[in-house]
Structure formats: structure tokens, C-alpha cells
């Protein structure tokens, strides 16, 4: 059975920076594809970012499009969450899953099992 594990999370200054790593473990990342959400205190679930690891294929939701990338390392069975420029509105508990499909640059959700998270602080 898969088993993802989130970090990298942490209190960063409005405009900054942060790597996110999301560890596959229990098999390889081409039988996957990976994607990263966030909850935020009091809001719904949000989809970030999608990755087939075995095709390269990406997805990216619009309101993130421009300051997070999604990255792999296949050697070392990560999927990364690069995201720059950050707010106070990115405040939130993010998290990897294998429940996401990507097509046309887009990621399709099912989410139906996630790791613990790694909590984002951004302080203004």
C-alpha cells in the first residue's frame, strides 16, 4: 500500500518561499499520479497542483498558476511543491495525494486518501 509523507512546511514572511516534499513510499513514482491540495482554517479543500511522475504531464489550479511548480525526483521517490511570492492567504495545511488524475493541463480530484499535511504559516 502507498504511504505519502508531507514536509517542508513551516512560517514564512509574506512574499516568500517554500519547497514542499511529499515522500512516496510502498512503491515507485510512475505508478502514480501525485497531486498537492491545501485546507485552509475554515475553508473548503483546494487543489494545487497535479503530476503523472511517469508521463511528465502537469496540472496547475489558475489562482496558483503563476507561483507554484510542481517538480519529481524520481530518484529519491519525491514529489515537490515549489511555491514563491506567498501570502497570508496561503496559510494552510497541504497535502500530497495519489487521488488526482491530469488531462489538458488540468487536474481532476478524487481524493479518497492523504498524508498528515505540513502546516504553512505565512505571517504579513
Known amino acids: 500500500q502507498v504511504q505519502l509523507v508531507e514536509s517542508g512546511g513551516g512560517l514564512v514572511q509574506s512574499g516568500g518561499s517554500l519547497r514542499l516534499s511529499c515522500v512516496v513510499s510502498g512503491s515507485t513514482l510512475d505508478d502514480y499520479t501525485i497531486g498537492w491540495f491545501r485546507q485552509g482554517p475554515g475553508k473548503d479543500r483546494e487543489g494545487l497542483s497535479c503530476m503523472s511522475t511517469k508521463d511528465h504531464i502537469t496540472g496547475v489550479a489558475n489562482p496558483v498558476q503563476d507561483r507554484f511548480t510542481i517538480s519529481r525526483d524520481q530518484a529519491k521517490n519525491t514529489v515537490y511543491l515549489q511555491m514563491a511570492n506567498l501570502t497570508t492567504d496561503d496559510t494552510a495545511v497541504y497535502y500530497c495525494?495519489?487521488?488526482?488524475?491530469?488531462?489538458?493541463?488540468?487536474?481532476?480530484?478524487?481524493?479518497?486518501?492523504w498524508g498528515k499535511g505540513t502546516l504553512v504559516i505565512v505571517s504579513s
Open positions: 495525494t495519489t487521488g488526482v488524475e491530469v488531462a489538458g493541463g488540468k487536474c481532476y480530484w478524487d481524493i479518497d486518501s
